[in-house]
C-alpha cells in the first residue's frame, strides 16, 4: 500500500528574482516552513517566476490539472504595483473562491504595519486543489500561516495554516479521496471538527 503524501505546489512571482538579479527568498521560507509544521510526507513542485499574468495562469493550471497538486501556495505579486497581477491570475483559473483566507492574512499582519490593508492575497478552489497567495516576505509568510503567539508560546490568533487540512478533507470525492494532513502542533495545530478526526 502506498504511503499517503501531500503535493504542494510552490510559486515565486517576482520579475527581478525570475530575471537572477537577486536570490529568491520565498520558496526556501515555504519548504522549511512546511517541512516543520507538517508531519505528513510531502512531494514539492516549485517554480520562479515573472509578474505575467498569463505566466502565472498557466503555472497554476499546470500544477493543478497535470502535476495534481493537492495545495498551492503562491507568494509575490499581491500589492496595489502596476506589475502585481497574482490574484487576478489566481481569480482567472478558479472555480470557486474562498475570502476567508486573504481577510485573516490582513488581519493577522494588521498587528505589525498599516500598510497590511494594502495586500490583496486571495485564495480559492480549482477542481480538487487548495490555491492561497501568500506575502512576499519570509517573515509575513510565517506569520500568516502560523498565526500569533505569546511569550510562552500559546495560540493568540489563529493561522490561516489551521484551516488548510479540513479544507482539503472537504475536496474529497468517493473517486478522488484526498490525503489526511496531519501537523506539528507545537507549530501549527489543525482544526477539524470532532467527527472529523481520524483516530491515531
Known amino acids: 500500500m502506498t504511503k499517503e503524501f501531500i503535493k504542494i505546489g510552490l510559486v515565486s512571482i517576482s520579475d527581478r528574482a525570475a530575471a537572477g538579479v537577486y536570490e529568491d527568498k520565498g520558496l526556501p521560507s515555504l519548504k522549511e516552513w512546511l517541512q516543520a509544521a507538517i508531519i505528513t510526507p510531502i512531494v514539492f513542485e516549485a517554480r520562479l517566476i515573472a509578474d505575467e499574468q498569463a505566466e502565472i495562469e498557466e503555472t497554476l493550471i499546470d500544477l493543478v490539472d497535470y502535476q495534481a497538486c493537492h495545495l498551492i501556495l503562491t507568494t509575490g505579486g499581491t500589492g496595489p504595483a502596476l506589475r502585481d497581477v497574482t490574484p487576478e491570475a489566481t481569480l482567472k483559473i478558479a472555480d470557486k473562491q474562498m475570502p476567508g483566507f486573504g481577510e485573516q ?96
Not at 517573515?139 to 511569550?151: F, H, M, P, V
Not at 510562552?152 to 478522488?176: E, M, N, R, W
Open 105 to 200: 492574512m490582513r488581519q493577522i499582519s494588521l498587528n505589525f504595519v498599516p500598510t497590511a490593508i494594502l495586500s490583496r492575497q486571495v485564495a480559492v478552489i480549482r477542481k480538487q486543489c487548495l490555491i492561497i497567495n501568500l506575502p512576499g516576505q519570509p517573515k509575513a509568510i510565517q506569520e500568516t500561516l502560523e498565526g500569533l503567539k505569546d511569550e510562552s508560546g500559546k495560540q493568540q490568533v489563529h493561522g490561516i495554516f489551521a484551516a488548510v487540512p479540513y479544507c482539503l478533507d472537504l475536496l474529497a470525492t468517493h473517486d478522488k479521496p484526498m490525503p489526511y494532513i496531519e501537523t506539528n502542533a507545537s507549530i501549527c495545530k489543525a482544526f477539524r471538527p470532532k467527527s472529523a478526526i481520524k483516530p491515531a
